[in-house]
């Protein structure tokens, strides 16, 4: 009995801290979202003075694309909608035209500066990238010299289960993420750390260690890593714009030497690969173009040709040429491009198959359905990095 | 030209991700919060269909104390709050009474499975834990196995700067976080990594290496670390009651002897350091009774004798008596309590001095202004770390 009182007393600490908080806890807790056993899910916001709440899904296609939620008599709103297939979802509410979070879900991703609710439908894509009873590999957030750019700079590093016991060394990819997205993308959107993990543990991948830098070359690093907000202007920073170059430079200039110095890595073209989406598409292009000798794998994951220049804002039609030839000297063990049909980049990645085509390069293709979204990339991933270092 | 246009084309592919997000995007941003150079701050968020929108803010005093925003005509609410002085702050907006975070404000921090968006006043508070211009540790999210838990368990370990190219072996302080927290708290609220970065930097604090576990026994890891959401009850999670010592006895038989293993361990008591705030003041209290002999420093933060027993929901008085005559035996070179004045656990830590003062213990005592709160936490950290490994 005293033992129950300490255990409630105690437990009252948590509550006293914030007292609004500790009403609302107080009250019988909603359910948000809830998963039903036929993968139908049920959305609630206790709301009693809000007109309207309305749900807002990436699963949800067409522009501005809402589902009202219901208010019932004790003020609370709610919805169900249809079975969703397998896969990781993210959402938002609209309280009375104000964005909102799921305050009943604890889950939030952030991608870029936008914030939104996340659950996942169990099922095969899950088993992709879901978390499970398998040998897990660490992640590091490491902060690095970039002489080239000026800055001090944070990534994140996944080195893989055994990593640290291991006295082998272990190949390298370098993963870059898209536009508007920073170092943590390819960890809480793209889930590379349990991609990896899985496919380790199922023998599908070799083991290897996995670079996410910030791919925008002004920045330091990621919004709340730094004590700055990152501005919100919905314009690249100074210093980011794409095409540059000067991101890519500092991937060959400063992160692979920082990465061979401190890991135990087999620093050699044929243990590096490079793969990148939409923008670190165009990066990963750009370093095709200009450093094949230093990767042996390349992953091109919705981009394509832009304008008629492959990677780099500057390059002519000549340069490119130049590139290709450049990189069917180096040999590469594979070049990988990745697109969805209904990706808006789709015919750009088809000038870029024709280009390799016309020139007798040999590549592979996947093409899945859907579009420029992270399910994509996590399936891209997920197929891909089988074929790395084999 | 070309190269604006490609430019603006790859910036499309943000916007066209999500039409509302785009939409919201196209709009004149809002700033939310905006701290003027006389660090007053302005709280906006464009809610033209909302009827009232409240601030509440860890800053104010008084329970269910909220701030009102004014509405303008273009449907925008606004409110200045007076200059506060230097601290990291956190906030929520109530919208017609639900519960929301600041969509303009991208930073959002995690305490257990509540969210609240975060900001900074630059100062004498931000000089210890905000990012500056010196050498960075790395921040390590691992699993190890916990045996005597039956779990796979996840948990953040900083390494200090210049851990990777040294040969030598380092001392480690195991840090634990209070009831409703996780392995997150102690790096997002608690700012660990950057207060040892600063620390070190200034020649203050040893390089050290620091474990933050979870401490809720039943659980693998935070919520969002496993694919299952963490059941938002209300109630701690089933194995999860405090006072079992199950936490505790873990600490030594599994994560010693993994970080030892791991990691370059000076593996001895001299250097070994535990701290706790909250629950992890009540965990360490627990080491001091039953394995003094593992530790040389002992940091207990906002807590105290509870019911007259000390650490431990089965301690007895007997029991007491004879953990500190252990403790005594094994001369540990620092006791240090930290509490705040209006802590809700004042007495209690009162009623420990008084116990160890009775008993001619020898400890070290640091009264702040304040409660049970991150912001003293941090300061405790800032002050304890020093007094670690000399």
Request: hydrophobic share 35%; net charge positive; charged share 20%.
């Amino acid at each position: 009995m005293k033992k129950l009182n300490l255990i409630v007393c105690l437990m009252l600490m948590v509550f006293t801290i914030n007292t609004a908080s500790a009403q609302a806890r107080r009250q019988r807790p909603v359910i948000s979202p809830e998963i039903k056993s036929d993968s139908k899910i049920t959305f609630r916001l206790m709301a009693p003075e809000a007109k309207t709440v309305k749900l807002t899904g990436n699963w949800m296609t067409g522009a501005g694309a809402q589902i009202e939620l219901m208010k019932n008599d004790s003020g609370m709103f709610q919805a169900t909608v249809e079975p969703l297939p397998s896969e990781m979802y993210t959402y938002t509410f609209s309280v009375d035209g104000v964005r909102t979070l799921d305050p009943s879900n604890p889950i939030i991703v952030r991608d870029g500066t936008r914030n939104e609710s996340m659950f996942m439908v169990p099922g095969d894509k899950t088993n992709l990238y879901g978390v499970f009873d398998v040998p897990h590999g660490t992640l590091e957030i490491v902060w690095y010299p970039s002489s080239s750019l000026g800055l001090t700079r944070q990534m994140y590093v996944y080195t893989p289960p055994g990593y640290k016991e291991s006295t082998g060394k272990f190949p390298v990819l370098y993963l870059l993420h898209g536009a508007g997205g920073d170092e943590d993308a390819w960890t809480t959107l793209g889930r590379t750390p349990q991609i990896l993990d899985n496919l380790i543990a199922s023998g599908k991948a070799k083991p290897m260690i996995v670079v996410m830098t910030n791919g925008n070359p002004g920045d330091a690093a990621a919004p709340g890593a730094t004590p700055a907000k990152k501005a919100v202007t919905g314009q690249p920073a100074q210093g980011n714009a794409m095409g540059s170059g000067r991101f890519e430079e500092s991937i060959v200039k400063d992160v692979i030497p920082f990465i061979e110095k401190s890991y135990k890595v087999a620093a050699d073209k044929n243990n590096r690969a490079v793969a990148g989406l939409s923008m670190g598409g165009m990066q990963t292009l750009y370093l095709t173009n200009n450093y094949p000798e230093k990767f042996s794998y390349f992953g091109v994951l919705s981009m394509g040709l832009m304008d008629n220049r492959q990677g780099g804002a500057n390059t002519s039609a000549d340069d490119r040429m130049k590139g290709l030839e450049k990189l069917k000297a180096s040999q590469p063990k594979l070049y990988w491009i990745g697109i969805g049909k209904d990706d808006f980049l789709y015919a750009n990645a088809q000038s870029l198959r024709k280009f390799l085509d016309d020139n007798k390069f040999k590549y592979e293709y996947l093409e899945t359905t859907g579009g420029h979204t992270w399910p994509n990339w996590r399936i891209y991933l997920s197929e891909l990095a089988p074929k790395f270092f084999k």
